[in-house]
């Protein structure tokens, strides 16, 4: 089993700053890439940004200027920082990570719960 935990979600306001994390523990051999996405209400899921275990990042054009996406491999989290943030960025903000749980084994799609941001005007 792999759990992925995120926190630092909230209310802040327009302009604010917020840094989301998640963690993934559980049985887990390596993580590739782990991301996140947002979905506000009545949207599809977007993408946000990812990051590959080589530290490549890719970001949305929407947010690309706003965002930093980064990791830390040893503690098999991810983080994203906002800035600037305005309240079109109000969604849930699920992370996403590609686990393999052994050497042998495929890597597998994972979700967290979600966090709620929410930023008001």
């Given at each position: 089993?792999?759990?992925?935990?995120?926190?630092?979600?909230?209310?802040?306001?327009?302009?604010?700053f917020?840094?989301?994390?998640?963690?993934?523990?559980?049985?887990?051999?390596?993580?590739?890439?782990?991301?996140?996405?947002?979905?506000?209400?009545?949207?599809?899921?977007?993408?946000?940004?990812?990051?590959?275990?080589?530290?490549?990042?890719?970001?949305?054009?929407?947010?690309?200027?706003?965002?930093?996406?980064?990791?830390?491999?040893?503690?098999?989290?991810?983080?994203?920082?906002?800035?600037?943030?305005?309240?079109?960025?109000?969604?849930?903000?699920?992370?996403?990570?590609?686990?393999?749980?052994?050497?042998?084994?495929?890597?597998?799609?994972?979700?967290?719960?979600g966090?709620?941001?929410?930023?008001?005007?």
């Amino acid at each position: 089993q792999v759990q992925l935990v995120e926190s630092g979600g909230g209310l802040v306001q327009a302009g604010g700053f917020l840094k989301l994390s998640c963690a993934a523990s559980g049985n887990i051999f390596s993580i590739d890439t782990m991301g996140w996405f947002r979905q506000a209400p009545g949207k599809q899921r977007e993408l946000v940004a990812t990051v590959t275990s080589a530290g490549g990042t890719d970001y949305s054009d929407s947010v690309k200027d706003r965002v930093t996406i980064s990791r830390d491999n040893a503690k098999n989290t991810v983080y994203l920082r906002m800035y600037s943030l305005k309240p079109e960025d109000t969604a849930v903000y699920y992370c996403k990570a590609e686990v393999r749980s052994g050497m042998f084994r495929a890597y597998e799609t994972h979700w967290g719960q979600g966090t709620q941001v929410t930023v008001s005007s």
